[in-house]
Structures are given as structure tokens and as C-alpha cells.
């Protein structure tokens, strides 16, 4: 996943919207301010997801949304945010699945990133066209180091899941029986590869022969 990678140099916690100030056209709103309890709020959600990284600023939230209110005037969606919603998507569904097995540890900080997805009281109101899902984007970012392997063997299970249900299979599939059988492909694999790695002779059409 790209790194995130929003230039935070120049920036102000405190955005008048007014098209006459900012040069920027956003519908039903003229001034966005980042409350300081929301910010601290925030960064203690960053700091359970990812103790080393650093707290944010509100300066630094701000200037990453007038950037994307920018590109956002000039046709140009937020692929930054695009990205991450969708991965919101996975996050949830891997919490939801009664059949996914997880680290208690790991299950509760990915539901603390889920209520605060899912809370009115977030840094920005989700509702602000063009940034509204911004805070999220950035907390999901910082969050996928802890959260990507899981992600990603979570959707080697579905995969597993849908092949299963299209062969017909009947069986319980849970994450126990999917880790069990991919052990299982990984031995059969490393059998044949020792099979094929152990000729008694090359393969250049010459028979064997015996020593007496």
C-alpha cells in the first residue's frame, strides 16, 4: 500500500472555506474547525494502532484537506481516500465473519478502529463533501501495518471459502480447517519438489544403468 504521503509543511487547523478566502467551492459549508479534544482523541487512536508513529497535528489534518478540497475543484478524486475506504470494507468484513478466528488483542484494537468509523464524533464530519471520510483514510494508513497480514490471509480464506461452496462441499469451513488444509497443500508441494529434485539420473533420454 502507498505510503502516506500528503506534503505537511504548509497548513492551518482552523479552514474558512469561503470560496472568497480559500479559492475553494464547497457546498453547504464555509468554515471547518478541528476541535483540540477531537484531535487528542484521534491521536490516541493512532497511538493504539501504531505506538511508533507520531501523533498528528491539527495543522497537519487541515493542510491534507485543503489539498484534497483542491484537487477535489478540479475534478480530480482522492485516491488516497478512495483506496482506504475500500479497505474499511475489508476491515469489516474480516471483524463480521463468525468463522474468522482472531488474536483477542488484535480484534479490539481493529473493533476501537471501527467504532471510531462508525462515530458522529469523528475528527471530521463524514457528511463534508470531499474530506468527510479523510480522518478515516488517515487512521486506516496508519493502521494497515498492524492489520495487513490478517487482511491478506483473510482473503486467501474467502477465496478458499467461494471454491469450497463452488465444488460442492458441504463441510464446516472455518479458519482452523483452512489453515489445516493449506499445511497441507505446503507439504504435498515440498514432497514433489524434493520428487522431482532427486532423479538418479539427468533427463537427457539416457537409460540407467546397473553396477555389478
Known sequence: MPAYAFDFRRSCSNLDMRPEHSGIFTVGVAALKLDADAVRRFNALVVRLAPEHPPFSADQIAGAARRV?????????????????????????????????????LRADLRALIEYLDSPDGLIPNHVRGI????????????????????????????????????GETAEIDRAYWQAEREQERRLEAQLRRVRASRFAPDDGMQGFRVR
Request: glycine share 2%; proline share 1%; net charge negative.
Open 132 to 167: 468527510g471520510m479523510l480522518d478515516d483514510a488517515i487512521l486506516v494508513d496508519v493502521a494497515m501495518p498492524r492489520f495487513r497480514a490478517e487482511l491478506d490471509e483473510y482473503a486467501d480464506f474467502r477465496r478458499f471459502c467461494m471454491a469450497a461452496e463452488a465444488a
Open 69 to 105: 478540497l483542491r484537487a477535489l475543484a478540479h475534478d480530480e478524486e482522492s485516491a488516497f481516500i478512495r483506496v482506504r475506504v475500500r479497505r474499511i470494507g475489508e476491515l469489516r468484513a474480516a471483524d463480521a465473519d463468525r468463522r474468522w478466528e482472531m488474536d483477542a488483542k
